[in-house]
């Protein structure tokens, strides 16, 4: 009999508050209606790292005609050492979920070799919400998936 392994645990990894623009509408395209959201700055913090979201990165969404709405986000954060990571974040949020919306994603995160270079060998998982009104911007927590 083949032993079953012991699902994964997740290990936190760092939360980021990130502040972005007003949501621009790009039009219609195959798939669903075309949106883009800039990224202007903010500020992460995890057991290991910390620093901020340097801006110029951008949210591309996707408003599915199913009413999925997918993300794809890329952008920098600087490391308190001055290290550049760059994020790639892709979330799913489906509004209408049972028990409250579903939001969750994937991230890459790519550091330079060196003390931070345990980023590149990171499966990643995360959530996504949003503080408006209240801020413009999101909280996005990151977990790494860890053998159980």
Do not use: K
Request: aromatic letters at 6%; hydrophobic letters at 40%; glycine letters at 12%.
């Amino acid at each position: 009999m083949i032993e079953t392994p012991p699902p994964p645990r997740l290990d936190f990894v760092y939360e980021a508050v990130v502040d972005i623009a007003p949501t621009a509408l790009l039009g219609e395209g195959p798939l669903g209606e075309r949106r883009i959201v800039p990224i202007l700055g903010g500020r992460f913090e995890g057991p290991r790292l910390r620093g901020r979201v340097l801006p110029g990165g951008a949210d591309r969404q996707l408003l599915r005609r199913d009413g999925i709405l997918r993300l794809d986000a890329l952008y920098e954060m600087e490391a308190a050492d001055g290290a550049v990571l760059t994020v790639h974040n892709r979330v799913l949020i489906d509004p209408l979920q049972e028990g409250g919306p579903y939001r969750f994603s994937t991230l890459e995160v790519t550091a330079p070799e060196g003390p931070h270079g345990w980023l590149n060998r990171l499966v990643l998982i995360g959530t996504l919400q949003p503080l408006r009104p209240a801020q413009e911007a999101v909280r996005i927590q990151v977990f790494s998936l860890a053998a159980g």
